[in-house]
């Protein structure tokens, strides 16, 4: 039932910034943790960032800690990725994903607990 649709990757200078987007489908939108995923050529897939259902609680990766901004928008249906001071080790396909499961005590960082993905973006960081 649920579609996720990213958009907003491109090529991008050390240095700069971006915004993703994900487009969410479903009514029960507003009541899914959302977060970010990331692979690169040869990687497995890792944990970015994640938002819970009202946008109260967020959790970070250490790599992406002070640079990276994830936010929602449930009017919208849409959760958002700032990305800023790119690094080329950001290179990688980045995921939007839905974890359905509510009444966890944190926000799950694993790809095995969400339910649902996107078909990914490119994001390409120039040295």
């Known amino acids: 039932q649920v579609q996720l649709v990213e958009s907003g990757g491109k090529l991008v200078q050390a240095g700069g910034s971006l915004r993703l987007s994900c487009a969410a489908s479903?009514?029960?939108?507003?009541?899914?943790?959302m977060g970010w995923f990331r692979q690169a050529p040869g990687k497995e897939r890792e944990f970015v960032a994640a938002i819970s259902w009202n946008g109260a609680s967020t959790r970070y990766a250490d790599f992406v800690k002070g640079r990276f901004t994830i936010s929602r928008d449930n009017a919208k249906n849409t959760v958002y990725l700032q990305m800023n001071s790119l690094k080329p080790e950001d290179t990688a396909v980045y995921y939007c994903?839905?974890?359905?499961?509510?009444?966890?005590?944190?926000?799950?960082?694993?790809?095995?607990?969400?339910?649902?993905w996107g078909q990914g973006t490119q994001v390409t960081v120039s040295s």
């Open positions: 479903g009514r029960t939108f507003s009541s899914y943790t």
């Open positions: 994903a839905a974890d359905r499961l509510r009444g966890r005590p944190v926000i799950a960082t694993r790809t095995l607990d969400y339910n649902y």
